[in-house]
């Protein structure tokens, strides 16, 4: 089957709830969201919101920042973990990433005191409660790094106490207790993640059948993957030999279907579960009205850049990482949808004290005529984004 790139722009955008009405509703909607996507990145740096709170106010119709909070630190539905990158996750995927944690364990072993300074740890947080690294009295430092990235310089001390509490964190003895800023706060795991969770038997009998759970969730997240080397794929360690062996194996077992797009040569997947959303945008009965949407630098969906300038002719790059004389359009540039397409990108920072959402800037695509229905469109998503940032006046600078 071959699709037109415009049939494979909307299905994406209806995968994501980025076209038509909203999917997602509210506290439960970005609950559901994040369920389907089986991730989204967490970075802690905040401009206009975080990331995982921009990706979550694109698509969630009435999101409140307090949502994601008290699904991660008070219904502990969620949890702060590794996926791709430091990620947000569904707390019920934990017995999933237990072979994961095996391989902590097993790293963090070979460290020689290491059970020494896990029980005073442990004692202390029994104890005290929720600490953070500068409040564990844990003196000295060590060599060490952290296993949550499996990589690290070994020559380079770290202080002890962050050290002890990064490794038990990676191990799934704790959890973050809550964030004061950049600043994690770690807490006894069995305190907030149930017994029937956390000692639940990993589904996968092997390392095949985690890929294979993890490939099948990065299709759900981005809607369309192709057979190619990918950065959806970041931290899934495949290289093409079995990355095919995975995407055949789940074509077989009809988890995923395979299509082509116009013009593209090689092979986009899909979720089984997604034929009828499919079949809907083929035949020109799904909802694609017209809606703007401000998109998240490490949004599921611009996961695969390469993807999204072959599918959408739209090229991205996130500037925050490059020198000011050398930027293009911003520090925080995001990405703006309306309708099937990308229209542009806008520059904003919110000024919290004085409650200003300040424009930097905002640059249209070359081909984007700027109707009235466009102006409308970003008026209205320009004061949705101001109240989303605590702000309530929108000043352009």
Known sequence: MTITKQQARQFILSKQGLIGDYRFVGKEGALSYIRQAGCIQFDPVDVCGKNAELTLQSRVKGFKKKYLQELLYKDRLLVDYADKELSIWPTEDW????????????????????????????????????????????????????????????????????SILEQMYTDGDLVIHHKQGSRKYYDLA????????????????????????????????????????????????LNAETRKKILARLEKEGK??????????????????????????????????????????????????????????????????????????????????????????????????????????????????QTKKLTKALEKMLKQFAGFNDCKTIENH
């Not at 929720?130 to 499996?150: D, Q």
């Not at 089984?272 to 809606?291: F, H, Q, V």
Request: net charge positive; glycine share 6%; hydrophobic share 40%.
């Open 95 to 162: 017995p999933y990433f237990s072979a994961y944690r095996k391989r902590s364990r097993e790293l963090g072993e070979t460290f020689e005191g290491i059970e020494k300074l896990r029980m005073q740890a442990t004692e202390y947080i029994s104890k005290n409660g929720p600490v953070c690294s500068s409040s564990l009295p844990i003196e000295g430092e060590i060599f060490w790094h952290s296993s949550m990235h499996w990589s690290g310089n070994w020559q380079k001390p770290s202080p002890a106490a962050r």
């Open 190 to 237: 069995h305190k907030y993640i149930a017994s029937s969770i956390l000692e639940a038997e990993n589904p996968c009998k092997d390392e095949e059948d985690f890929l294979c759970w993890r490939v099948l969730r990065r299709i759900g997240a981005v809607g369309l993957l192709w057979d190619k080397n990918s950065t959806a794929f970041l931290g899934i360690y």
């Open 256 to 369: 995923i279907l395979s299509m082509m797009v116009e013009g593209i040569k090689t092979a986009f997947y899909y979720r089984a579960e997604d034929e009828g959303l499919m079949r809907d945008i083929i035949n020109g009965k799904a909802n694609t009205k017209p809606r703007m949407s401000f998109i998240a630098p490490l949004d599921p969906m611009m996961w695969d850049k390469s993807l999204i300038q072959s599918v959408f002719d739209f090229q991205y790059s996130w500037e925050i990482y490059t020198p000011a004389v050398k930027r293009k359009y911003g520090y925080y540039t995001l990405p703006i949808v309306f309708g099937d397409r990308f229209v542009g990108r806008i520059d904003t920072a919110a000024d919290r004290k004085k409650g200003i959402l300040c424009v930097k800037g905002i640059w249209w695509e070359p081909d984007v005529r």
